[in-house]
């Protein structure tokens, strides 16, 4: 079983619509959960964090994370034409501080149609 | 603040050799991971340094190795290169945070062809 898991996509979405990207993960000590956003030819860039159960925005972006469910979407508001990209999830196994690592999703090809 | 830095951004090496690839994480950061990309495997973690330690490891062989200098700087090396090891390897750092995760910030990657 893959640690973190994603629907690979392509997730076709209308220009102005709500964009929802979802991932799954199996280590249930997990601590802390982040969505990168990867452009093609470029590295990862981080655009949401969470490390409590419920909602977090930040602009147009919205993050959930239910722990009891080991679960963690990222929604997209008005999503535009640049927002098109490849989303990961990733999920920090280390505990209480003792270390980083971050396990990734293989990333949601995201598609905004003008 | 300047982003984390990765030099040389791009390398062709041939099978056998070896390389070494440097990482300067964003002023005031003390811990750096180190990633492996590829089209098949996604992005793997391969380790982590914090204060000149190692602290965490991935799965990868041994040829994979790295260290972190006293100024936070961290160098990653590879030795006897495989064709496999064509990747773009990507080092993150991490501020100093309270115990329950930490924010990683990606450099631009080192992209590694070998022939």
């Known amino acids: 079983q893959k640690e973190v898991e994603q629907n690979s996509g392509p997730l076709s979405v209308p220009e102005g619509a709500i964009a929802s990207l979802n991932c799954t993960y199996s280590d249930r000590g997990s601590q802390s959960f982040f969505w990168y956003r990867q452009y093609s030819g470029k590295s990862p860039e981080l655009i949401m964090f969470?490390?409590?159960?419920g909602d977090k925005e930040d602009g147009r972006f919205t993050a959930q994370l239910n722990k009891a469910s080991q679960y963690v979407s990222l929604l997209i508001r008005d999503s535009q034409p640049s927002d098109s990209a490849t989303y990961l999830c990733?999920?920090?196994?280390?505990?209480?501080?003792?270390?980083?690592?971050?396990?990734f999703g293989t990333g949601t090809l995201l598609a905004v149609q003008p | 603040k300047a982003g984390v830095t990765q030099t040389p951004r791009y390398l062709i090496k041939t099978r056998g050799q070896q390389v070494t690839l440097s990482c300067s994480p964003i002023?005031?950061?003390?811990?750096v991971s180190w990633y492996q990309q590829t089209p098949g495997q996604g992005l793997q973690f391969l380790f982590e340094y914090f204060s000149e330690t190692q602290r965490n490891k991935g799965n990868f062989p041994g040829r994979f190795s790295g260290r972190q200098f006293s100024n936070s700087r961290s160098e990653m090396n590879v030795s006897t290169l495989e064709l496999g090891d064509s990747a773009l390897y990507l080092c993150?750092?991490?501020?100093?945070?309270?115990?329950?995760?930490?924010?990683?910030?990606f450099g631009p990657g080192t992209r590694l062809t070998v022939t």
């Open positions: 990733a999920v920090n196994i280390g505990y209480g501080g003792a270390t980083n690592k971050l396990i």
């Open positions: 969470i490390y409590s159960n």
């Open positions: 002023s005031g950061h003390r811990s």
């Open positions: 993150a750092s991490s501020p100093e945070l309270e115990a329950g995760g930490y924010e990683q910030y």
